[in-house]
């Protein structure tokens, strides 16, 4: 049983309950409490820190890469392409607006695109044309996708036949902004409460009453689900499809040239350098099923896929001289399309989920739509 004081304190009726921790539960919290100082909010996590994608991603700004523009403009339609683009856009500049750069390690380091000799120099050039043009109203660049063939031979890649420079690109460090996030929102008001699962919630009398997986009561006016791919535990009929990305990290390379960001293949291959480290991630592409799940450990599989990229194109000049110090996984939200769901699901249940990947860059623009809708 709990005392009166954790029940008039840690337990007291709340106006919102936000359930997730991560980083569009965080945006969301302070979004809310920026716009109500007042209102009582508190953010549940079942684990420790949030685990899901947050804090297990590859520490990417986001912007997007070209040839993923083109893809999504053609599977989805150009409009939906924009709109999320400019979700992404206006996102990074929010997160530098409310962190200084170096607290989150936030850089600007610029971006590179990497095609094999299987791509076709007519089609890049028209397609670079093509998204540059089509985003300019977004970025205000004349040029944001600019060939930079140069590259090549500067960071020696090994199997790579054009390279697109796009400046919108950069990195951070994802567990420095949680942090960050979570100091900002306490500082704020708001209450964190982790190790505390949530099971189920009933309407009773006009509140929100939530089943916790801990002797407690809890009540709300309002619950925001922001638990990414684990909201279908909750809310089984959202369009939801779990996506395992997974990660490796080098030991330091000696003489390392490879700086910035990278992608490749429609962004299913992403790295960067970590002061003198690589950090890989990607290659669901080679096994789409199999990483349809909630499974955070890493499979042998893609392991080597990643391997094998690290090997032949990142660092073809320096086998034996390093090592992989590091392996992991995160769990994203995928769906039939790549839009976020930021919708009422019933009265006072709200949701912000299905970040497709790009939690980073989008939290801090859905999260300000749906605590609008909130209060």
């Known amino acids: 049983m709990i005392s009166i004081w954790e029940k008039e304190t840690f337990f007291a009726p709340q106006d919102v309950v936000i359930v997730g921790s991560g980083f569009v539960g965080l945006w969301s919290a302070y979004h809310i409490m920026k716009k109500h100082p007042r209102a009582r909010?508190?953010?549940?996590?079942?684990?420790?820190?949030?685990?899901?994608?947050?804090?297990?991603?590859?520490?990417?700004?986001?912007?997007?890469?070209?040839?993923?523009?083109?893809?999504?403009?053609?599977?989805?339609?150009?409009?939906?392409?924009?709109?999320?683009?400019?979700?992404?856009?206006?996102?990074?500049?929010?997160?530098?607006?409310?962190?200084?750069?170096?607290?989150?390690?936030?850089?600007?380091?610029?971006?590179?695109?990497?095609?094999?000799?299987?791509?076709?120099?007519?089609?890049?050039?028209?397609?670079?044309?093509?998204?540059?043009?089509?985003?300019?109203?977004?970025?205000?660049?004349?040029?944001?996708?600019?060939?930079?063939?140069?590259?090549?031979?500067?960071?020696?890649?090994?199997?790579?036949?054009?390279?697109?420079?796009?400046?919108?690109?950069?990195?951070?460090h994802s567990g420095k902004l949680v942090r960050a996030l979570l100091r900002l929102v306490q500082s704020m008001g708001a209450q964190v409460l982790t190790g505390i699962g949530v099971t189920g919630f009933d309407t009773v009398n006009g509140r929100i009453e939530l089943q916790l997986d801990k002797a407690i009561a809890l009540t709300a006016s309002s619950i925001l689900l922001c638990t990414n791919a684990f909201t279908k535990e909750l809310a089984p009929e959202l369009d939801i499809v779990p996506a395992r990305g997974q990660v490796l990290l080098t030991s330091p390379v000696a003489g390392l040239p490879v700086t910035g960001t990278f992608h490749a293949e429609e962004g299913y291959y992403y790295f960067r350098n970590l002061g003198s480290r690589i950090l890989l991630g990607g290659a669901r592409h080679k096994a789409f099923a199999s990483e349809e799940t909630m499974d955070m450990s890493t499979s042998e599989t893609i392991q080597a896929h990643l391997q094998a990229y690290l090997d032949e194109v990142i660092l073809p000049g320096y086998r034996g001289m390093y090592t992989i110090d590091h392996r992991w996984s995160g769990i994203m939200a995928m769906g039939s399309e790549k839009s976020p769901i930021v919708r009422e699901l019933s009265p006072g249940v709200y949701c912000a989920v299905r970040m497709s990947g790009m939690g980073v860059a989008l939290a801090p623009v859905v999260s300000r739509e749906i605590a609008r809708s909130l209060l």
């Open 41 to 172: 909010v508190t953010i549940l996590d079942r684990g420790l820190i949030p685990t899901g994608a947050s804090t297990r991603n590859a520490g990417f700004a986001c912007f997007g890469s070209l040839s993923e523009l083109v893809a999504d403009a053609a599977a989805m339609g150009t409009d939906k392409m924009l709109s999320i683009l400019e979700m992404r856009f206006k996102g990074l500049e929010r997160i530098q607006k409310v962190f200084p750069k170096k607290e989150i390690d936030f850089e600007l380091c610029g971006g590179y695109e990497l095609y094999d000799a299987n791509a076709n120099a007519g089609l890049l050039a028209d397609q670079m044309a093509y998204i540059n043009a089509l985003i300019k109203p977004i970025t205000r660049l004349k040029k944001t996708f600019q060939p930079d063939d140069s590259a090549i031979r500067r960071f020696g890649f090994g199997g790579t036949r054009f390279i697109v420079r796009n400046n919108l690109e950069g990195a951070l």
